[in-house]
Every structure is written in structure tokens, then in C-alpha cells.
T-cell receptor, first 115, second 116 residues
């Protein structure tokens, strides 16, 4: 079974600054995807970024980028130029292509962006 | 595109009654839908995987007779909480997988269930 660990329950950052959220996972699989989801106060889950394990290049989506270290089983999310609207819960998630495409979520990090 | 709706968004029911939550994929066909439960300030826990036309697969510890899941069409899955108890009060979220895109799950907005 896969496990996903987010070691930072809460973080805060000043508006316009950069913050990095940590995520580690444990798996024996080689073919998988990793995701970061954002859950704002509305509780709607929003996909932030996706990384395919077979790709060495780190995924980037505008102000969001990841540092994917496959050997270390680490998948951190960097948010640049933080905005007030980035305040939310952030969940790291793992998907095993060979196990029904189920998502396993980490415990979440609550991010507060301060003005 | 890729919109998933849930109905109702918030429901209050009395102990012992049953309540049904609907999950619909509005603009794509979902061969698989997933049901999650989220307690306050906690992560999402997968309850069951629902495949169109077949029985749902429940995660360990989830009572299949209490949480009835039906996936009768490619756009609709329902979760019925039977004989509801106050401890069933939670936030229930569904997600749907597009039959053509296996790595993507699209999430509904969630349903808040309060059992009094």
C-alpha cells in the first residue's frame, strides 16, 4: 500500500513571497502519478499540478512548480509570488496506474497567505 | 469542461433515516466514480470505487450495507447513507474519471451531511 506524508500541518507566507510545501511518499511501484490539490474554504478540490513519474522534468504551472525527486520519493510544491487567494488546504496525492487509479492523499498542509 | 456536480450540497436528516447523495458528470462519460469522506480539518479518505454497471468496491472498514452505492449510468452515481447516525455527519465528496483520461479525477463540490 502507498502512503503519502505531509510533514507541515500549517504554514504561512507573506504576500508576494515564495513558499515550499513538502510531501514524501512510499511506494514500490514505478508507474505512477503525483498531484497537488488545493482545497479553499469552499471545499471544492482544485487540481494545482500533476507530475508523471516517468518524466524527469519537473512540472510547472504558472506560479506553481514542483521539485520531484524520484529516488528520494519526495514531491514538494513551490508557490511563487504568493497571493491572498492561495490561502487554502493543500493536499499531496499519489495515483498508482496499476491499482484502479485510486488517489491516496496526504494529511494536508494549511497555508495562510498574509497581506 | 469536465464538470462534476453533487446534489444536495447540504442536507440535514434525523437519526435512523436514509439520505441519498447524487454525483453527476455533466460533460463527460465517467466509467469510474469515487466516493470520499472528509472530517473537519482532515484529509480525504476513500470510501469506495464505483464502476458503471457493476458493484462498488469498498475500502476496508467501510460498511457496504450502510453506504449503498449505485452507478447505474455513465454520468450518475449515488451514495445512500442508510439508518443515519450522528457519527455519519461529515463532508462527502465524489470524483469522476473520464473514460478517455485515466490519470485525471474531477471532483464534485461536496455534500455536507448533518445527522441530528
Amino acid at each position: 500500500a502507498q502512503t503519502v506524508t505531509q510533514s507541515q500541518p500549517e504554514m504561512s507566507v507573506q504576500e508576494a513571497e515564495t513558499v515550499t510545501l513538502s510531501c514524501t511518499y512510499d511506494t514500490s511501484e514505478n508507474n505512477y502519478y503525483l498531484f497537488w490539490y488545493k482545497q479553499p474554504p469552499s471545499r471544492q478540490m482544485i487540481l494545482v499540478i500533476r507530475q508523471e513519474a516517468y518524466k524527469q522534468q519537473n512540472a510547472t504551472e504558472n506560479r506553481f512548480s514542483v521539485n520531484f525527486q524520484k529516488a528520494a520519493k519526495s514531491f514538494s510544491l513551490k508557490i511563487s509570488d504568493s497571493q491572498l487567494g492561495d490561502t487554502a488546504m493543500y493536499f499531496c496525492a499519489f495515483m498508482n496506474n496499476n491499482a484502479g487509479n485510486m488517489l491516496t492523499f496526504g494529511g494536508g498542509t494549511r497555508l495562510m497567505v498574509k497581506p | 469542461g469536465a464538470v462534476v456536480s453533487q446534489h444536495p450540497s447540504w442536507v440535514i436528516c434525523k437519526s435512523g433515516t436514509s439520505v441519498k447523495i447524487e454525483c453527476r458528470s455533466l460533460d463527460f462519460q465517467a466509467t469510474t466514480m469515487f466516493w470520499y469522506r472528509q472530517f473537519p480539518k482532515q484529509s480525504l479518505m476513500l470510501m469506495a470505487t464505483s464502476n458503471e454497471g457493476s458493484k462498488a468496491t469498498y475500502e476496508q472498514g467501510v460498511e457496504k450495507d450502510k453506504f449503498l452505492i449505485n452507478h447505474a449510468s455513465l454520468t450518475l452515481s449515488t451514495l445512500t447513507v442508510t439508518s443515519a447516525h450522528p457519527e455519519d455527519s461529515s463532508f462527502y465528496i465524489c470524483s469522476a474519471r473520464d473514460r478517455g483520461i485515466t490519470y485525471e479525477q474531477y471532483f464534485g463540490p461536496g455534500t455536507r451531511l448533518t445527522v441530528t
